[in-house]
């Protein structure tokens, strides 16, 4: 079978016969449905996307003028999420800049009473107001006493500031902390004899932790000095040592006056006082010390808990990584 193959040059078709053409109208009809249905479409999509980023980032302006408003969640997902980003950002933003004027506001009021008290004194000293001797002892003494208050502030102070700005120096050493409760013992005997108190102890575990001493110090110098200073006279204290989940747990308890539920979680804020008429003994304290002790302990990779009830006493768990765990994992 053969095929014969032929080729024969096509004559070109005029455009206006084209035109002519029955199909070419409703062609033409539905390119240009096509094409305006196209630009609707494109048109309200560009709305739906451009619209809330214009809203975010005219509200973005408005954040160094502290005028920044809630922007409404709307548009594609991605959109959606930056105005939630954004909005929190501002939340954070704002916050900041509350917790930084509430300090300056607590730090100049806790300078302010001291310094007004020994001022007062100073001045009666000064103008001959204070004649008698004892009244003169009497006001050096106050003087004295406000004056290490405001030593013990600053001191406070500056030790946050190099929590807060993480470029403290740390001096890890193997540290038995039997020892170091018995050393703040110690050096608390005053305090304890004179109230009276009855300090109980559980140190039957061996454990090590590894910690910078003065910090680690400074830890439990704060949590044993307020169970000394909240707790009545003839009241009791007892602390224990123990090991939970490879952990160093030291548990301080003292049969105070308690703290309510809804003021746990406060009591580490800066500058909190459950109770500002109820300070402890002689005034001491400034609501620092607990913050201070929640950094110290989270900056050895451990925590603080508390547990209290009111009129029933308070309980202050220290969690720390213990040495013994860190030389098992290093073997591994
Ligand atoms: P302060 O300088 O007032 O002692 P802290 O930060 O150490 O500051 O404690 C904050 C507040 O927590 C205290 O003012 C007190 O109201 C409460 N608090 C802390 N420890 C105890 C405790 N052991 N018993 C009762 N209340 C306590």
């Not at 950002?89 to 009473?113: G, L, P, W, Y």
């Not at 004892?134 to 004056?147: S, V, W």
């Amino acid at each position: 079978m053969y095929f014969l193959i032929t080729a024969a040059h096509r004559p070109p078709i005029p455009i206006s016969t084209l035109l002519q053409d029955e199909l070419m109208r409703p062609l033409v009809q539905a390119g240009v449905i096509a094409m305006v249905s196209a630009l609707v479409i494109g048109f309200f999509i560009a709305e739906w996307i451009t619209q809330p980023l214009q809203e975010i980032s005219s509200a973005a302006e408005k954040i160094p003028e502290r005028k920044y408003q809630e922007i409404p969640i709307k548009g594609p997902s991605e959109v959606r999420n930056l105005a939630r980003t954004i909005n929190e950002m501002n939340r954070q933003v704002n916050n900041a800049i509350q917790a930084q004027q509430d300090f300056v506001a607590n730090v100049s009021h806790e300078f302010k009473t001291p310094l007004t008290s020994i001022q007062g004194f100073a001045h009666a000293i000064h103008e001959g107001a204070v004649e008698a001797e004892d009244q003169q002892k009497r006001a050096a003494g106050i003087i004295l006493e406000e004056t290490e208050r405001l030593n013990h502030l600053v001191s406070d102070l500056l030790t946050l500031a190099k929590l807060d700005s993480g470029v403290i120096e740390m001096e890890m050493q193997k540290i038995d902390p039997t020892a170091l409760i018995e050393n703040i013992l110690e050096r608390m005997q005053f305090q304890i004899r004179e109230k009276d108190l009855a300090v109980k102890k559980d140190f039957s575990m061996n454990l090590n932790i590894s910690a910078d001493a003065d910090k680690i110090d400074r830890l439990f110098s704060n949590l044993i000095d307020n169970a000394i200073k909240f707790t009545e006279t003839g009241g009791e204290i007892f602390i224990s040592i123990d090991c939970l989940d490879k952990k160093v747990v030291i548990k301080i308890a003292d049969t105070g006056p308690g703290i309510p539920k809804h003021e746990l979680e406060r009591i580490f804020e800066r500058f909190y006082q459950v109770d500002k008429s109820r300070r402890g003994d002689q005034g001491r304290g400034v609501g620092l010390g607990l913050v201070i002790a929640n950094e110290i302990a989270k900056s050895h990779g451990g925590s603080i808990e508390v547990q209290s009830e009111l009129g029933m006493g308070s309980t202050f768990m220290v969690k720390l990584p213990s040495e013994n765990e860190k030389d098992q994992q290093q073997s591994h």
